[in-house]
């Protein structure tokens, strides 16, 4: 018989069980570590890799549902992996993320628009240009923002977003004085 695919009923479920026996629980695995014959599986990772290739559909599933239920830590691992590739240094967690949030207000950093709806996670300076991963090189920006900066650093995109404010006023300008309002 096909094992049977754990829902989200059934992790609820589980929880549930476990916070009402919990002490039951924990008495038993105490007594199981306690007892003579206890043997520690030692972690072996030739034996998780081999479980995760007979069962990737299983692990894969898992492991998107995990991603959906901790979007902040998925971002903090996804830019800590990311960092490591880079060989930048630092790193910060899904804590990081929510005091940033509440230090810019829930506001990007760069426009100050509302990002509430979702942000992405810039860095200062960029890990292309030496920028770490430590929180205080991160800024939660709106989406737009961070596709402009891309890996400018923050000077160049300075500039950019000079250039885009004096292009803006010369465009309400161009209204003002013409009336029309089509670039
Ligand atoms: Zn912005």
């Known amino acids: 018989m096909a094992k049977r695919i754990r829902t989200e009923v059934d992790r609820l479920r589980a929880k549930e069980y476990y916070e009402a026996n919990k002490e039951k629980i924990l008495a038993r695995q105490k007594a199981r570590r306690e007892s003579p014959d206890y043997v520690k599986k030692p972690y072996d990772p ?23 239920r901790n979007p902040e830590r998925t971002r903090a691992l996804v830019a800590k992996k990311r960092a490591i590739r880079k060989g930048a240094e630092g ?7 929510k005091h940033l949030f509440y230090k810019q207000r829930g506001r990007c950093a760069y426009c100050r628009e509302s990002i509430g709806h979702g942000y992405h ?15 205080w090189n991160i800024k939660l920006t709106c989406p737009p923002c961070n596709m402009r ?14 250039e885009l404010f004096d292009s803006h006023f010369n465009h309400l300008e161009e209204i003002k004085h013409t009336g029309i309002t089509t670039l």
């Open 91 to 97: 790193f910060y967690t899904s804590d990081d993320l």
């Open 121 to 135: 996670v810039d860095h200062f300076q960029p890990l292309s240009k030496q920028g770490s991963n430590w929180p």
């Open 46 to 68: 030739e034996v998780r890799r081999k479980y995760r290739a007979e069962n990737l559909e299983r692990e894969k599933k898992s492991e998107r549902e995990w991603r959906l």
């Open 149 to 162: 900066k891309k890996d400018k650093d923050p000077v160049e995109y300075g500039y950019t977003l000079l």
